[in-house]
């Protein structure tokens, strides 16, 4: 008896809508960390970056955003994230307590290359962060990347869709 | 002086025993036709073995070659023994023999010259296949032992058994759809539920809704092997297989194809609770990787099953047999005359 030839052809699937196809991703998320300012005085001082946000998920409500933030207000999105989600939150860049000591030959924490480098470790976190499923349907969240300003007195809550 | 008390087995101990020993040599009957196949032993290593089925007999002879011709050969009886055993490597003193059979080839008295003894095992039952796991092992061998007051003299073949298993009558396709609420919804099918190691796999997966930014997709064979009961269970998890089928980012309403070749990869039949002491079991494992390197999964178990080679008997002999020996029943006996004798006649 001849070994039967293993029927190896495709499984039917329905042809792609052509919309689909060649139409814009439903996965559009950018975000963007830029124009790092120094704000205030003497040792009142702080650096805020400017956050862009453009996007095509239904679960953002505004398509696009701009918002300023400093560096505890990302350790508080952070200590939110990890407290209220089942997320593994990803590090934030360091907090340099070396560079406020006194007596140092450069700007500390405002020297410009020292904003770069945390700039960019900002930047990674928040698209690690603002991208995984079960971080993305936080308030906290939404409230950071679109609200004008964080309230640390708000109600942890999910964002929900009708 | 004093006596070394030895233990009962083989050639190292001849050194100590003053007088005649012998060596023993286990021969199949149609040793030089019948078919070897390879199966790995305890440390990795791979051996040729004879193959044997369930129901098969087993027979043959043991050559007794006396190690100083003239002198005379003492014995208790010597006897052939057909063994088929588990052994769990975190119980290695318990040996679960669940075929054991005994055949005496002669009564205790004394060999004065080497000699050959024919033996036959008829119709034994192999429900089991052969298989040398991370944690247990099933084997199968033939022991001829030639006993003796102080040592026995012992010398095993192990043998390699295959269950073969027919086309299945229900064979239905898995088809699912998976995702996470508002971001990926994915469904996947795989055309049948039940494939034999040589088969292909056949599927699809359907993209419904895709919000996350997907960078690769892979399918994983994995085997599991689990030991032991209640409290002390043992998972063994082994990927055998790691099969990329998508590379870059799908859409919504894109399909994508699998073909996956099973020939090519190491792997045995499934096994459910063999003598209620382990399991093998297949898992397919569909795997999403985005972006930041996250991964999503879904797991699914497969049968996998051994297609004969050759139908040796013709089916409804060996139908005959299998349920004589499990019904022992008169109607049972007359299938089989009347199978035999239909066999005769072509």
């Given at each position: 008896m001849a070994d039967t030839i293993a029927d190896t052809r495709r499984l039917f699937s329905k042809p792609q809508n052509l919309?689909?196809?060649y139409g814009p991703p439903s996965n559009f998320l950018e975000i963007d960390m830029s124009n790092p300012e120094t704000v205030g005085v003497g040792r009142t001082r702080f650096t805020t970056y400017e956050i862009r946000l453009k996007t095509n998920l239904p679960i953002f409500k505004l398509k696009e955003s701009r918002v300023r933030r400093r560096y505890s207000d990302f350790q508080w999105l952070r200590g939110e994230l990890e407290r209220d989600s089942k997320v593994v939150v990803p590090p934030l860049p360091g907090k340099a307590l070396s560079r406020q000591l006194p007596f140092r030959g450069d700007d500390g924490i405002f020297d410009d290359s020292f904003i770069e480098e945390r700039r960019a470790g900002l930047e990674q976190f928040l698209n690690k962060v603002?991208?995984?499923?079960?971080?993305?349907?936080?308030?906290?969240?939404?409230?950071?990347?679109?609200?004008?300003?964080?309230?640390?007195t708000y109600t942890p809550s999910k964002i929900r869709q009708a | 002086g004093y006596f070394l008390l030895a233990p009962k087995q083989g050639p190292v101990m001849s050194f100590f025993s003053f007088g005649q020993s012998a060596e023993i040599d286990i021969v199949l009957k149609d040793a030089e036709t019948r078919k070897k196949v390879e199966h790995k032993t305890e440390?990795?290593?791979?051996?040729?073995?004879?193959?044997?089925?369930?129901?098969?007999?087993v027979s043959g002879n043991v050559n007794v070659t006396?190690?100083?011709?003239?002198?005379?050969?003492?014995?208790?009886?010597?006897?052939?023994?057909?063994?088929?055993?588990?052994?769990?490597?975190?119980?290695?003193?318990?040996?679960?023999e669940f075929v054991?059979?005994?055949?005496?080839?002669?009564?205790?008295?004394?060999?004065?010259?080497?000699?050959?003894?024919?033996?036959?095992?008829?119709?034994?039952?192999?429900?089991?296949?052969?298989?040398?796991?991370?944690?247990v092992k099933l084997r199968y061998f033939l022991r001829a032992t030639v006993s003796r007051r102080l040592n026995d003299i012992s010398k095993e073949m192990d043998i390699v058994v295959h269950t073969l298993s027919t086309y299945p009558e229900l064979n239905s396709s898995i088809k699912m759809e998976v995702g996470i609420e508002?971001?990926?919804?994915?469904?996947?099918?795989?055309?049948?539920?039940?494939?034999?190691?040589?088969?292909?796999?056949?599927?699809?997966?359907?993209?419904?809704?895709?919000?996350?930014?997907?960078?690769?997709?892979?399918?994983?064979?994995?085997?599991?092997?689990?030991?032991?009961?209640?409290?002390?269970?043992?998972?063994?998890?082994?990927t055998i297989a790691k099969y990329e089928i998508m590379d870059g980012a799908?859409?919504?309403?894109?399909?994508?194809?699998i073909r996956l070749f099973l020939a090519g990869y190491e792997m045995t039949p499934t096994m459910r609770d063999i003598n209620k002491k382990y399991s093998?079991?297949?898992?397919?494992?569909?795997?999403?990787?985005?972006?930041?390197?996250?991964?999503?999964?879904?797991?699914?178990?497969?049968?996998?099953?051994?297609k004969g080679d050759m139908v040796k008997k013709s089916m409804s002999h060996q139908a005959a047999i299998a349920s004589q020996r499990f019904e022992g029943s008169s109607s049972a006996e007359k299938a089989l005359a009347q199978a035999q004798a239909k066999e005769q006649e072509q």
């Open positions: 919309n689909d196809a603002a991208g995984h499923p079960l971080a993305q349907n936080k308030r906290c969240l939404h409230m950071f990347l679109q609200d004008e300003s964080v309230d640390k | 440390d990795g290593k791979k051996d040729k073995y004879f193959l044997l089925y369930d129901g098969e007999t006396l190690k100083n011709p003239g002198k005379r050969l003492e014995h208790q009886g010597i006897k052939m023994e057909f063994i088929g055993q588990i052994e769990l490597y975190y119980d290695r003193g318990n040996h679960h054991s059979l005994v055949k005496d080839l002669a009564r205790p008295g004394e060999l004065t010259q080497s000699q050959t003894f024919d033996f036959e095992f008829t119709h034994v039952e192999k429900p089991y296949e052969s298989y040398t796991g991370q944690n508002d971001c990926l919804h994915i469904e996947f099918e795989y055309n049948k539920s039940k494939y034999h190691l040589k088969d292909v796999i056949v599927g699809k997966i359907y993209f419904l809704l895709v919000r996350l930014k997907i960078r690769h997709m892979e399918i994983d064979i994995i085997k599991r092997e689990t030991t032991g009961t209640g409290p002390n269970v043992y998972h063994e998890n082994d799908p859409v919504r309403g894109e399909s994508i194809p093998v079991r297949y898992y397919l494992n569909l795997v999403l990787i985005d972006e930041e390197e996250r991964r999503y999964f879904k797991q699914q178990e497969i049968t996998l099953w051994r």
